[in-house]
C-alpha cells in the first residue's frame, strides 16, 4: 500500500486510540530484543533490516535461539546479505527494525514497512522498535534523528501497512530504584505526559501474503 500522507496518519492515530490502552498502560519489555526472542520460533528466517554490525545474529546465538538470519543495510561499508530491499526475491518468517525508524522520513518509514510486509510469509512476525518520544531526552540525544514516531502513530503506519494483531509495548530496563522513582513522581509525569520508559516496540502480523 502506498503512503498518501495527513490523512493516513490520522486513520491510523484514531484506531490506535480505539484499540490501544493510554501509554502509561502499555506493557513493558525489557527490549525489542527480549520481545524478540518471546515471538522467534526455532528454525525461523529473520531479516534484519537496517542490521548495522550484524549484532542481532550475535545475541540470537548467544541465547542459544537456532534460527536462519540474514541481514539488510545500505552501509555497503559493512558486510551484508542485501543491501537493496527491492532485489530480495524470497520470504521471511520474521523481520527486525530495531532503532531505525527515526532516521526516516514519514513516507520512507512507511514505504519501509510495506516492503517489510512484502517480504514475510503468510503469518509472518514483523517487530520495529523506536525511541519514546515521551522520554524527555532519549529520541533528541542522537542529532542523526529525524522523525518522532509516537506509539500511536507507529501502531498507524503498521496498520496502514496491512499489519494486523498488533501489539505496542513500551521498553527499558528499570532497576528497583528507577521503579521507585516512577512511582513517587507519577502524578506529575501523567500531568507533563513525560515517560520514564526510553522506547516503544510493536509487533504485527502478515495475515496474508502481500502482494
Known sequence: MSFTGWNEIMKGRKEAASRLPHLFKLPIVASGRDLLLQ??????????????????ERFLKEKGMEAEYRSF?????????????????RTFDAAVLFDVIEHMSVKEAAGCFAEARRLLKKGG??????????????LWRDCTHITAFRYDELYGLLASAGFEEIRVYRCGSFSLKDRLVAFLFMPLLRLLRIDYAPGIVA???NGEQAG
Not at 39 to 56: F, P, T
Not at 125 to 138: A, D, E, G, I, L
Open 39 to 56: 515471538v522467534l520460533k526455532k528454525g525461523s528466517s529473520l531479516l534484519d533490516i537496517g542490521a548495522n554490525d550484524r549484532n542481532i
Open 73 to 89: 543495510d545500505v552501509d555497503r561499508g559493512l558486510e551484508h546479505d542485501y543491501y537493496d530491499l527491492k532485489e530480495i526475491d
Open 203 to 205: 509487533v504485527g502480523i
Open 125 to 138: 512476525v514483523f517487530v520495529v522498535s523506536t525511541p519514546n518520544v515521551c522520554h524527555p531526552v532519549v
